[in-house]
């Protein structure tokens, strides 16, 4: 395997929305009640929506920055990389990196829309959010067809609006919507209850894969305040073997045999274990806890149902006999943290010693296109989509770190999780 | 591989305390005052101790029981297999099982002791807990020589006393003691704290494991309250990965270099994504997070100097060249319900499949053996000690179900976490 011969197909980066996102895109009677972007008296940008700031928070926008400016404070626009926000430098990027296409999850929105949903005026909240997937779909993913992914938030206050939207979305060509990994902690009903039937029937309808990244439950895992800041960077892909758990055992998914979840950012190594407790869980509990599979094991379901996908996991990938390899994708996190942009190529690479070309071009693309119905090769021809393609046409990108004076920490002292809390903003929910 | 002559030892199995256990071992002065069982009105059976109630929970005794019957009701010892508090029937048991000596975890005072802790007179609880490493000690542990592995509870209220209790137990042959996987959550200074470095210290001194059990920060990963149980379930063992995350990154696992800790019934299968995942974040982050692991990887520190276990993991037995070979023990868990015994080997036996004499010998008793001091051979020796040998000795055990009419459960509809907790008793602390 030569890595300048991959297809990347990313299904987990991150747009950093630009200021004019929602310029002419509102009803004249909503116009001045759009989100804005303000400069606060510190410099920094924040979105306002009825009242509610969001900040960008440093640690989501990092690329291109030096590691040891890392940290969570909020940010300008001045000092993200153009390329988070601005679609004609992403392309470029994306070009740089040897990425041919890529979903992009939501940034101040929070991961399936939670800024909205908390909004008052929820006529309001619908007609910015539908705003929100429009400028996503015509101009994030339109302005260069082919590479970009298109994925949609849901009015998540509301399960027939939800419906209403992913239909709506689907006749642009949209087949993939965020969600949460655990709504009740949202403050709504649990992944268990019929409440999101009418959701979960439209994404059936409209083969539309609902994606459940870590994090969208508005919560990580924080074992102690005190504890380095290492533990929960540690604990949070895995943590989403939570929602797995509950997206196996609750009846919605046997109820829905054409739905498919994804596990946004999960990684792959833990599932093998995990399918291997389930099935022990099951064997051993079901005479009292009344589980029925039919005819089936529970991590049957799983491995026909959930799309799974990693950003560097050498270990999953060597154990994909254990997983089903037509549901495993790859994913980049640009310009999050945990990337490993620009030299993703590179950190793929090492995962894929030894794999066989026919599993490689699942991973690195097939499973992607097929799953989120995306048509990459009639925008991009294959000669034209690979890794030494792309980077081929990149040569005037500037990789090189931009540090910013006004980010680099001061000490050497190990960084606790609430040293990395007091540097976000006082305000803003959850 | 025959499993007959497997040699099994396992490092977590459970103690269901007898009434009698503080008989003649209390100073006069608290006798009157030790915990005590009372025949409550249900005629179901309750410890009692300053005020605080604590029940056999049914799950957590249901060896010998049919599964339909399964819940988490206030059982009374009549319904409890004789096994779980006779040491004379625990030892048939174990013959029975194949198991040739076994690590026991206390049941009533919680995992790490926290009933006791929470005494108001101190004196007294501190008199009541080395009564109870003393009855351990001497009449579980002591009636056999050679079939129980001590195991001592901490006065977790006082490090120095913890210090204390761990040296005078180690005297008399204790080298294991319980501790909590987040002793945050019940009310006391996190690992990360130096809080608890006399504690530290004299496990260092002493070659006493610390040994981390699954639901010891009293506390269980729950999704959502109308979630199956199944769910909960699933997930209890793997949740023991926050704890190890905190044992990686907190500073005192390379401050006291000595130190061996245990994550009992954490299950091994998720341990080499979770490693990978360490050293990725290692690499990724550190730069501003300011960890130093010097000339070694987060990994192999773990690697050294965690003892890893697991009832049943096929998948992580496969994947043992990732793990090291010298930590991984095995456990039974009798009388729990995720136990397989009385067919303990015949379910390890699935797992050891292909795997090498010299790996076999150190996962069913080698590595117990050395990393809890345990002299088992000059008791028992080696053709005595294998499960051929014990079960022909366990002929006359009856290992048919015993079924109780008051256990058994109404209706079919799957069971959720909430209809787990409405069985629990309304009183007992956390």
């Known amino acids: 395997m030569d890595i300048n011969d991959l297809i990347l197909v990313s299904v987990d980066d991150h747009v950093v ?4 996102m929602f310029a002419g895109r509102l009803p004249a009677r909503y116009a001045d009640q759009a989100p804005k972007v303000i400069t606060k008296d ?4 924040a979105w306002v929506f009825e009242g509610q700031e969001a900040t960008n928070v440093g640690l989501n926008a990092v690329a291109g920055r030096p590691p040891d400016e890392y940290g969570a404070e909020p940010t300008r626009f001045s000092e993200i990389r153009p390329g988070c926000f601005d679609i004609h430098e992403r392309i470029r990027d994306m070009n740089a990196g040897g990425l041919a296409a890529s979903m992009n999850f939501p940034s101040y929105p929070q991961f399936c829309g939670q800024y909205f949903a908390r909004a008052g005026d929820k006529d309001l909240a619908l007609a910015v959010l539908r ?3 429009d400028w996503h779909l015509d101009e994030w993913c339109g302005t260069y067809p082919g590479r970009m992914i298109p994925l949609a938030l849901p009015p998540i206050w509301d399960p027939t609006l939800m419906a209403q939207e992913v239909r709506r979305v689907a006749a642009k060509g949209c087949h993939a919507v965020t969600f949460s990994e655990n709504p009740e902690k949202l403050g709504y009903p649990s992944l268990h209850s019929d409440h999101w039937d009418p959701f979960w029937q439209a994404c059936s309808d409209q083969n539309t894969v609902v994606c459940l990244h870590i994090g969208s439950s508005s919560q ?8 380095p800041v290492d533990t929960m960077i540690t604990l949070q892909p895995m943590s989403i073997v939570q929602a797995a758990a509950d997206l196996i055992w609750s009846p919605f998914l046997r109820r829905f045999p054409d739905l498919t979840l994804a596990l946004s950012e999960g990684g792959i190594g833990w599932i093998p274990y995990f399918l291997e407790r389930v099935d022990r869980v099951y064997k051993q509990h079901r005479a009292w806890t009344h589980q029925d599979f039919g005819d089936m094991l529970p991590s049957e379901l799983f491995l026909q149902r959930i799309v799974t996908c990693f950003i560097e996991d050498e270990f999953g990938v060597a154990s994909r006999e254990k997983l089903n390899i037509d549901m495993v994708t790859w994913e980049c996190d640009y310009p999050h943290s945990d990337s490993s942009w620009p030299l993703a190529p590179e950190s793929l690479g090492r995962c894929l010693g030894g794999v066989p070309d026919r599993d490689v ?3 690195t693309h097939e499973n992607a296109l097929r799953l989120f119905s995306f048509d990459l090769f009639s925008h991009l021809p294959g000669e034209q989509a690979t890794v030494g393609a792309l980077r081929a046409r990149a040569g005037d990108v500037d ?5 910013s004076e006004r980010l680099r920490k001061v000490g050497t002292a190990p960084v606790s999780v609430l040293d990395l809390a007091r540097q976000l903003p006082t305000s803003g929910g959850s």
């Open 131 to 133: 705003a929100y997937n």
């Open 42 to 45: 510190d410099g920094t940008d």
């Open 361 to 363: 071009a699942k991973i």
């Open 220 to 227: 990580v895992v924080v074992t102690s305040l005190d504890a």
């Open 17 to 20: 929305e630009p200021p004019d």
């Open 399 to 403: 990789l090189g770190y931009r540090s």
